[in-house]
């Protein structure tokens, strides 16, 4: 059975500052009914362009998008009334409390929060006992559980989330993720756009989106296994050093800082062990040296896409 596509995007570009600036840059993409899909680069990459496009907020230069059938040109208020976003920025009403919020959002749709009680009530209950507070007062946690009550307070049949997790802590961010896991129980298709690398193994499938291209799209763990060569982790009393070291040697590939280590490819990496580049940093003075093989990341496996962008950019002589 084919399976029906909730969002699509084909041959999406999009200009700002009199088509200077390129944002996003012939993008097509399909994303299935009730899938948890991720939109993963640093901030820049085109993100919230994508999110503002196929939310009608904003119109593409170039190309179409559909959202659960609709065109976003078209039918833009057919997909209003089918989605729920929540933008990067906190955009709620600030001087109304947490219950005037969800009962303002409610009104809007024709509905009320005991109609649709069940697709909330997970997240409801740990903001009730802030009713009354105004929503400018809460934590970054509790406006980001407010926001999300407000964006499904309609039962949407999309959800999309603009970097929700960015600047909350860490504990908020899992409690997140947990609840967008119930959520997608609930048939809803979730759309989550975030700069942090660790919560792409959180979705279903993930597109690595970089300066308005995108890179890859698969599952989380097909990307890391395309992983093509060995992965060296490496650190010495100097770290520095071994890392200017390191981008002086010809067979190293490439060398970038990774929390307390080195992440290191080589040329013809396949073929090189632990050994060999211990030896080559003892013999540059290096002391507590410490090698290791590990497993790629989905952060290693963006900078090495990243990186051969940029390789194929540059003119050959």
Known sequence: MKQMKSVTLQNITK???????????????????????GLIGPDGAGKTSIFRILTTVLLADKGTATVDGFDTVKD???????????????????DLTVKENLSFFATLFGTS???????????YEQIKPFNNRRAGKLSGGMKQKLALCCALIHKPEVLFLDEPTTGVDVVSRREFWEMLKKLKQQGITILVSTPYMDEAVLCERIALI???????????????????????AMR??????????????????????FGEYLHV????????????????????????????????????SFIRLMNEKKEMALPHS
């Open 15 to 37: 200009t700002y500052d009199k088509g200077k600036v390129l944002a996003v840059d012939d993008v097509s993409l399909t994303i299935d009914k009730g899938e948890l899909f």
């Open 76 to 94: 833009y208020q057919a997909i209003r009334n089918r989605i729920g976003y929540m933008p990067g920025k906190f955009s709620l009403y600030q």
């Open 113 to 123: 929060i005991e109609k649709n009680y069940d697709l909330i009530k997970d997240i």
């Open 210 to 232: 970089q300066n308005g291209r995108i890179m890859s799209v698969d599952t989380p763990q097909h990307i890391i296994a395309a992983y093509p060569v060995k992965l060296f």
């Open 236 to 257: 010495a009393n100097n770290i520095y050093k071994l890392l200017s070291d390191l981008r002086k040697n010809e067979q190293v590939e490439s060398s970038y800082p």
């Open 265 to 300: 490819t080589l040329k013809n990496g396949n073929e090189k062990d632990t050994g060999e580049l211990r030896s080559w940093a003892e013999k540059q003075g290096h002391t507590h040296i410490e090698v290791k093989d590990i497993e790629p990341t989905i952060e290693d």
